[in-house]
């Protein structure tokens, strides 16, 4: 079943690849944008850099929060995830897995090539691509979450950053503390450690709290 | 046989009580029709009936047993088909049928979804992605998985719009077939439908 929901989501997005490109431009931009901006300095963009990409990276995941359930629930799809004799925290996982695919794999991917432009070293460069490995499918479950609680809302798009973001903080200051920790000698040992932490956390968590918000938001 | 049993339900929106004080009993082989003018809290009723909504007052059993209580075990055992299809405008015919009965616990082979979109009457259309297909064959699809659902109760919110003569008669023979065979469906419906041989109630919301 989790396969199922898995596949389907990707079939989906395979078909709007539009939606996809959408957030994975906007990071891209984003990102590209700061050196631009900010100037030829090297040894501010080196610094600057976890921040900026990471920063970034926390945006682009929380533009697509919105679509992660509300197409299913203008056509009735969710109704019917909901009425189903499959387990719904389980469903709520691939859809999570199905979000974070489509939208924090690239990312992923992409950040070596554009911590690049901020002249980061190899070793950086590694632990960065590492860090947003382990804490964009944490931005994807506790997105989840809130895009859940706000389904069918006027006005989602304000109330679930709002949500969201207060929970995303740790991830971000983690996830961007592990460079700076690297780059200046201590060993991102422990920042990855908590980042491991914080998805083991929201494996567990989120998927059942989803999907009791899911059943609130329906009722 | 299990039965369907509403006792004392009241549905209250916002300040407003729309029915309260209704009672039912549904046993294996009968038709539940909810009738009522618009706004009366048909679906308000259905979707209680089925455990997305839960009821203001009273409860509803399935064999005795509160449906709460029983969980997925009670979903495996209901089709509900609300007026929202659940059909993905970017997926095939078939592709949606697939997936909303692997929803429904039944894996669905791709010979079995394509015979039942052909009992449907959508021969030859399988392959077109949704938003192509006019209302009717939509509602078309999303009533195959009537035929593949193998459950033993049917809550159908409307199943008969936007559907012509010869589909409301295909559907007239799948309710048919399912009461025979000891089913029993609830559902409310605007036109009249001739259903043979079963003992229909009507229960009537105002």
Redesign the interface.
Known sequence: ?FF?ILR?DL??AA??RSDVLTTLFFFIIVVSLFPLGVGPEMNMLRLMAPGVVWVAALLASMLSLGRMFSSDY????L?????????LPLLVLGKALAHWLVTGVPLVLMAPVLGIQYDLTSDALLVLTASLLLGTPVLSLIGAIGAALTLGLRGGGVLVSLLVLPLYIPVLIFGAGAVEASTAGLGAGAHMSLLGAFLLASLVLAPWSTAVSLRIS?? | MPTLEGIDLACIRGDRKLFSGVNFLLESGGLMQVQGPNGSGKTSLLRML?????PAEGEIRWDGIQIRSLG??Y??A?T?L??????????TAI?NLR??S????VDLDERKAHDALQHMGLGGRELL?AKVLSQGQRRRVTLARLLVCGTVLWILDEPLTALDTSAVKLVQGLIERHLEHGGMIVMTTHQEIEIAGAAIQRLQLT
């Open positions: 079943m199922w389907r079939l989906l078909r709007r203008l056509d009735g799809t109704e019917q995830m909901l009425l189903s004799p499959q387990s329906l009722e | 089925c455990g997305l909504a839960s997925g075990d979903f495996g209901m509900y609300g007026h929202l299809g659940g059909v993905k405008d970017d997926l592709e997936i909303s692997a929803l429904g616990g992605p």
